[in-house]
């Protein structure tokens, strides 16, 4: 009687753990981004096989963002938990990780997911870095994602985290990434070429910016950075400085310039009075609000080469 009570026993344990990894296995994983964008790539990627949710709208700049009640809730849910990378949330991501208390999805943990691990950095700082440069980043730039193909490159990131969380998934995104790579490197092809037809190359592809955050998509659709409104990245530019941007750009007939939404309003109007020059302003994330021009990432990308023409044809009709 004994022996049929322990192998009772030892029969409801082993079906209530089949039980609970049944349910485990039939529950979709969780996948939080800090980004629309990185939450873009994760949908289209890893499709109806997980849940995937953004902690930002869209609208703020990731750089600066309050620590919320509602981050830490949805990290402390997540199976893998996808960020930017490269310092981008360092002020923010990090408290909302701990908060969330699982040590799963800390770094180095098999949940997490650094996109920015797989990429080759641009504009890292040549000398040590120290808070009287500004708010410069010592792993080199992270606006990444505004790239296309350096955005699919990144993406490989959360196929990895998603399948060291849940092995049963294995190979089953490969096809998606496949597919997902053939659409960055065409639609970066395909709009390369609007620039072309625009006359957009060689010393008219030169432009400004008021935040170094266009470095990959000036790579990749063959445009050069000529100067920033900031003197020092995250300080708000004085009118001395923006005089002097003004000047240069009128010499050098350089007829882009171009602006996040996120950058201060009072900032570019004061550069526009003083250069007599539009600022081309635009999204530099997709969007989740209803009824955005920019819910896509593609619908992004082309809106930001969209307004570059334009702004170039007003300027230099204003500068001839």
Known sequence: MVHLLAVAVALL???????????????????????????????????????VRSLLNGREDPHFVDVRPDYVAQVAQADVVCAVGLDLEVGWLPKVISKAARREIQPGGRGYCDFGSRIQALDKPLQQVDRSQGDVHPQGNPHYWLSPSVLAQASREVIDATERVRPELKGKFEARYSEFKRMMLGLEARLKARLVSANITGEQARFAEYHREFSYFARSFELTSHDTLEEKPGLSPSAGRLGKVATGLRRDKITIVLAARTAPTRVIQKFEEISGLKVGVVSVSVSQAPGSDVETYPQLIEKIIDTLIAVSEKNAAKLR
């Open 13 to 51: 344990s082993s079906f209530k753990s089949f039980s609970v990894n049944a349910q485990i296995a039939a529950k979709k994983p969780l996948v939080i981004t800090t980004t629309t964008d990185l939450a873009w790539a994760a949908r289209e990627i890893l499709g109806d096989a997980v849940e």
